[in-house]
């Protein structure tokens, strides 16, 4: 799951298993997050959104949870497979007319076959 | 196709020098972002716009500088002030707040 530390938490995972990501942010005031996926050298990709008036949202394949109380923000994989293998982020929006997107620090999903 | 280009793809600088980065978008969207991004780190913001002739300070501007005189453009300079500018840098747009960014494939600015 993320940290605060310097270095990228890192998930190794069997193929065809489930994948948790964690994501701890920072500001209770913030409405909107957003889960994105980045392979190596390329910029980040949209995976899955949620608002803060909702507590779970389903993509496919990808599940995301938010927990309010907590300030916590869980990405789930489902039969994870090599192709998911990249860095996951986590962004949050600080709400109303700001546009600023904050981002997590990332964490390293490596599938195994 | 529309998208978020940077160029160049990489980049290399000799200390000293400022050096400005290209990004450019025609999705039509309001908002421009450059993030830093160092090995194994997540991205930090450097300045943002919302708007046409306006942009603000992210968490790490000190040695960066933007311009926006149009909405395709959101041209970011690393000038010699910066004291570490080797990094990977991407650029992102969004259309109105509390809506996914999308990301150019990022340059990669060495100092040698």
């Known amino acids: 799951g993320e940290s605060v530390g310097l270095h990228l938490p890192t998930l190794s995972v069997q193929e065809g298993d489930n994948s948790i990501i964690n994501c701890a942010y920072s500001?209770?005031?913030?409405?909107?997050f957003i889960w994105y996926k980045q392979e190596s050298g390329k910029g980040p990709q949209f995976i899955i959104d949620?608002?803060?008036?909702?507590d779970k949202r389903q993509g496919q394949r990808v599940t995301v949870l938010l927990n309010k109380t907590v300030k916590h923000l869980s990405l789930q994989i489902a039969a994870t497979q090599p192709g998911d293998s990249a860095v996951y982020f986590c962004a949050e929006n600080f709400g109303g007319s700001n546009y600023k997107l904050t981002f997590g620090k990332g964490t390293l999903l490596t599938v195994n076959p | 196709d529309g998208g978020i280009t940077q160029s160049p793809k990489y980049l290399f600088r000799k200390e000293g020098q400022n050096v400005t980065l290209s990004c450019e978008q025609n999705l039509n969207h309001d908002a421009m972002y450059w993030y830093r991004q160092d090995p194994g780190q997540g991205l930090r913001l450097i300045y943002y716009?919302?708007?046409?002739?306006?942009?603000q300070k992210g968490d790490i501007a000190e040695g960066y500088s933007v311009s926006r005189e149009k909405k395709e453009s959101f041209p970011l300079t690393v000038t010699s002030a910066q004291k570490n500018p080797t990094a990977f840098y991407l650029c992102?747009?969004?259309?109105?707040?509390?809506?996914?960014?999308?990301f150019g494939q990022g340059t990669r600015l060495t100092v040698v």
């Open positions: 500001n209770s005031a913030s409405d909107y």
């Open positions: 949620i608002r803060s008036n909702m």
């Open positions: 992102a747009s969004s259309p109105p707040p509390d809506t996914e960014a999308f």
């Open positions: 716009s919302q708007i046409v002739n306006d942009f």
